[in-house]
Each structure stands twice: as structure tokens, then as C-alpha cells.
């Protein structure tokens, strides 16, 4: 089945300084890479995705990479802002594609 | 679209008493998971629904928790009985039909069994 590794755990960034995720995947097959952000007390919401047919997506100030190669891909925040404290799951879909499987999370805190 | 709803938001009970979670996924989605979420744990998925079929229920720690889904736009999930160990957060999310796997989830309920 998928193993998705996510690194790092926390990070912390200074305002308009950029913040980047890391995540690993095993499954070769996988062919989508969703990240969700989830803010305190709600449910995690979808921010962005990749299909595998494509090396980078950007929508404003984020932006996912994929490296099918190494089977890694990442996301990126430039010109970061306060409403971007959340945490931050990756996610890959497992060879069945119905389940997802999750990082273990990254807690972002920008600093003001 | 109102996205997926969840009731209640918060849920405190005593050892030993029934649970019941509700979830009302999005219209015109085929597809309904539940997760829990705990610190130690992460997100666990649960149980997997498609077409209102229970697909999958590995996922379902014991007997004590069940899962229905009566018709397209309602799911529970019921513990019973509840454990101080049952607490976490509970999630449901949906998927539309076909493509690929982009699940939509609900502001989850907060279970707390004292």
C-alpha cells in the first residue's frame, strides 16, 4: 500500500519569508497528490493538487512541484501571511485510488 | 453548495453511553468516508461508502462502531458502547462520481467520552 512521509513536523516562518513541505510517496502507480490545510477547529480543506502528468502547479501564492522520479513532491508558500498558520497534510491515493493516504502533518506558524 | 455537514460539532458523554454522528455529504456525490483524527494516530479512515454501499470497513476498530447509510444524503457513524479511548475528532467527507480522488470534509464533530 501508499506510505506517505511528510517533513517537517513544524515549521516556523517570519512573515513574507516562504515556507516549503516535503512529502515522500512508495506507490509508483500514484497519479494524484492533493494537500489539504486545516485550520483550528475545522475539517482539513483541499488547497491545491497535482496530477502526475504534469512537474508544477501555481495558483497565487502556492505552488506544488512533483518529482515522479523520486517519487517526492512539495509545496511551496511565497510571501507568507498571518492566515497561513494551519496545518498541512499531504496526501497521495493508495493502488485501489478510493483511499487516500495522509502525511503526518506540518504545523506552520508565521510570525508577524 | 453548503459542502459536507456535520452534527453535532460537539459531543461530551459519559463511559459506556451510545454515540451517534451524523453527516450530510454534498449533493450529487456517490462517495462517503469517515476519518478520526487523533494526535497519536493522525487521520485514520474509517469506513469507505460508494453508492451507499459500505465498500470497505477495515478500517473500523471493533465491534463497538458501526456505520450506516441509508440513502444519499445521510450517513451515521455510532459507538456503542462509548470508551474514554473513542475520543478524537471525527470527520466525514464525500467524492464526487468518476475522476480522480478529491474528497471534500466536513468541519468534523469533537468527541469527548469521560
Known amino acids: 500500500g501508499e506510505n506517505v512521509e511528510q517533513h517537517p513536523s513544524t515549521l516556523s516562518v517570519q512573515e513574507g519569508d516562504s515556507a516549503v513541505i516535503k512529502c515522500t510517496y512508495s506507490?509508483?502507480?500514484?497519479?494524484?497528490f492533493p494537500w489539504y490545510k486545516q485550520e483550528l477547529g475545522k475539517g482539513p480543506q483541499l488547497i491545491i493538487d497535482?496530477?502526475?502528468?504534469?512537474g508544477e502547479k501555481k495558483d497565487q501564492r502556492i505552488a506544488v512541484t512533483l518529482n515522479k522520479t523520486a517519487k517526492h513532491f512539495s509545496l511551496h508558500i511565497t510571501e507568507t501571511q498571518p492566515e497561513d498558520s494551519a496545518v498541512y497534510f499531504c496526501?497521495?491515493?493508495?493502488?485501489?485510488?478510493?483511499?487516500?493516504?495522509f502525511g503526518a502533518g506540518t504545523t506552520v506558524t508565521v510570525r508577524a | 453548495d453548503a459542502g459536507v455537514i456535520q452534527s453535532p460539532r460537539h459531543e461530551v458523554t459519559e463511559m459506556g453511553q451510545e454515540v451517534t454522528l451524523r453527516c450530510k455529504p454534498i449533493?450529487?456525490?456517490?462517495?462517503l468516508f469517515w476519518y478520526r483524527q487523533t494526535m497519536m494516530r493522525g487521520l485514520e479512515l474509517l469506513i469507505y461508502?460508494?453508492?451507499?454501499?459500505?465498500?470497505?470497513d477495515s478500517g473500523m476498530p471493533e465491534d463497538r462502531f458501526s456505520a450506516k447509510m441509508p440513502n444519499a444524503s445521510f450517513s451515521t457513524l455510532k459507538i456503542q458502547p462509548s470508551e474514554p479511548r473513542d475520543s478524537a475528532v471525527y470527520f466525514c467527507?464525500?467524492?464526487?462520481?468518476?475522476?480522480?480522488?478529491?474528497?471534500?470534509f466536513g468541519a468534523g464533530t469533537r468527541l469527548s467520552v469521560l
Open positions: 496526501a497521495a491515493p493508495r493502488s485501489n485510488d478510493y483511499k487516500l493516504s
Open positions: 449533493s450529487g456525490h456517490n462517495s
Open positions: 506507490d509508483s502507480a500514484s497519479n494524484y
Open positions: 467527507a464525500s467524492k464526487p462520481r468518476g475522476g480522480i480522488n478529491i474528497q471534500y
Open positions: 497535482i496530477r502526475s502528468n504534469v
Open positions: 461508502f460508494n453508492n451507499n454501499v459500505p465498500i470497505d
